[in-house]
């Protein structure tokens, strides 16, 4: 199990590596797919990225800032990322 992208990028690689596979599809949440990408490339990986169908919950409703939560989440890591913060 990984606690964070960093660490399931290194999984994924690993994996495919010793599949011989050479191209992946990445998955995730649309505000994701940038520094999804970006970490799976510096991890030597060539992906294509496919956002997942976004389900809102009842909570997510009552809760008009959630998108902008979840951009600033990946704006404020992937920044961390690049200055090696984590």
């Known amino acids: 199990m990984s606690r964070n992208s960093e660490e399931s990028a290194l999984r994924v ?8 596979l050479h191209r992946l ?41 959630r998108k902008f939560e979840r951009i600033a989440h990946e704006i404020l890591s992937y920044t961390a990322w690049r200055l090696h913060l984590h």
Not at 13 to 20: F, K, L, Y
Not at 43 to 65: A, C, K, Q
């Open 13 to 20: 690689s690993v994996i495919a590596r010793a599949n011989g």
């Open 25 to 65: 599809v990445i998955v995730s949440d649309g505000t994701h797919m940038f520094r999804i990408h970006e970490i799976c490339a510096a991890e030597g990986l060539d992906v294509l990225t496919s956002p997942r169908p976004h389900v809102v919950t009842e909570g997510e409703r009552r809760r008009s800032w």
